[in-house]
């Protein structure tokens, strides 16, 4: 079974995101901060990351330690970001980001891309719950 890290600080965006992506190949795990998130790369085999750009308000700059940590320990992991702004997007892809999705999130796209990537989701025509989000 491929494992999914779902990293925001919104808990309706995790928990409506892990919706979409869970399937019978797929296990996904969400965390609301990055230390959480760390803790769980060390602990479990990722097959893929999608983290928010702003996990906090007191410190914009908190995803670039996270994705340094991820470039540093688990070099080949899928690293894709996800924000309402396009602020960091410069910074996260010099950082080592691989894909940065702008919201609100396309889902299908989201979906095809995960499916590209060798990772059984929901196909995006048969998601019937992603057409009804907007993150």
Known sequence: MKRI??????????FSLSRC???????????ND?????????????????????????NPYEVLDFIQHV?????????????????????TMEEGADYFFQKPLDVD???GLLQRLGLRVASPQASAVSMDLQF
């Open 109 to 111: 796209e989201l979906l």
């Open 71 to 91: 470039r540093t320990r688990h070099r080949n992991i899928p690293l894709i970001m996800m924000s309402g702004t396009e602020d960091l997007k410069a910074e």
């Open 21 to 31: 992506l869970q399937s019978d190949h797929v296990q996904v795990i969400c965390c």
């Open 5 to 14: 890290l779902i990293l925001d600080d919104e808990r309706s965006i995790t």
């Open 34 to 58: 990055s230390t959480s998130a760390k803790d769980v790369l060390l602990r479990k085999p990722i097959d893929a990351v999608i983290a928010d750009v702003r996990l906090s308000a007191t």
